[in-house]
């Protein structure tokens, strides 16, 4: 369920279809994100699913599936 929420966000964030993004989707390799981009969908993670992303973390969100991951871990 978590990766479901944070494709359609990403997919929103990039415009671009949900079915493009994959647990193993690289935000800037694959999706095309800059570092502004990066930084704007971590702030809207974090109001979605009420976490805070350590700025030390930033380099741990390129890949989609590390967002879940870390999500999934806060919210347990």
């Keep these: 369920m978590t990766f479901e929420k ?3 966000l990403i997919a929103q964030q990039f415009s671009i279809e949900p079915s493009k993004i ?3 989707s690289d935000l ?3 999706l095309g994100a800059d570092s502004l981009d990066i930084a704007d969908m971590i702030m809207t993670l974090e109001d979605e699913f009420h976490v805070t992303v350590p700025d030390e973390m930033a ?4 890949v989609v599936g590390n ?5 999934d871990s806060q919210n347990k």
């Design 6 to 8: 944070v494709q359609k």
């Design 22 to 24: 994959t647990m193993e």
């Design 28 to 30: 800037v390799k694959d």
């Design 59 to 62: 380099n741990d969100f390129l």
């Design 67 to 71: 967002i879940v991951k870390f999500i």
